[in-house]
């Protein structure tokens, strides 16, 4: 899990942006900016544990 | 070795990251930010070891442990420090980098400040 995430995100940002692109050139102008909100929300649920995970090791770690 | 593993992990992290910044800039931030985690959760593991062979060393030295422990802290602060500083230098916001270092520079002052007089107290105490 550690290392796949870097390569979920990726591909999180290519998924939302080839959306992005279709759906704008299709008119739906709204869609495109909610699919990339949508996508920021999943990155940032997934980067998230892993933020609080290691402040959490390093505020043991170092007794702060 | 474990350093090759860590470096072909940066490396692939910037390469997606470049390439996803023409399309999606704000996609480019947050695959850096998963590397940065990635390589720093690596490495806070053998900080951990080299956290327990220093308790170990404290029984040699006949520091009181007071010090150490804000030794210690000084060392998380630098390195929390460094690490939010360098995710928003990458991102372009300087400033608020600029701001993290100064905050945790004057916080490396002042847990300084007790050894400092400390020093100060035993220095006294020699001359007078």
Do not use: N
């Amino acid at each position: 899990m550690e290392v796949s995430i870097i390569f979920k995100i990726g591909a999180v940002g290519i998924l939302v942006s080839v959306l992005g692109q279709v759906l704008k050139h299709s008119g739906r102008e709204e869609q495109a900016f909610l699919t990339s909100l949508a996508g920021l929300i999943i990155v940032l649920f997934w980067l998230l544990p892993y933020i609080s995970e290691l402040f959490d090791t390093i505020r043991q770690l170092f007794i702060l | 070795m474990e350093i090759i593993r860590i470096a072909i992990l940066g490396i692939a992290g910037f390469l997606l990251a470049v390439m996803v910044r023409d399309v999606r800039p704000e996609y480019a931030v947050y695959i850096s930010l998963g590397t940065v985690l990635c390589i720093m959760l690596l490495s806070v593991e053998r900080l951990k070891y080299l956290l327990e062979m220093l308790r170990d060393l404290e029984s040699y030295l006949p520091i009181d442990t007071a010090y150490l422990h804000s030794l210690l802290k000084m060392i998380g602060i630098t390195y929390v420090g460094q690490f939010s500083a360098g995710l928003c230098k990458d991102a372009g916001y300087s400033a608020i980098a600029g701001q993290i270092e100064i905050f945790s520079r004057l916080s490396v002052l002042v847990l300084s400040m007790p050894i400092l007089l400390a020093l100060m107290e035993t220095i006294r105490s020699f001359l007078s």
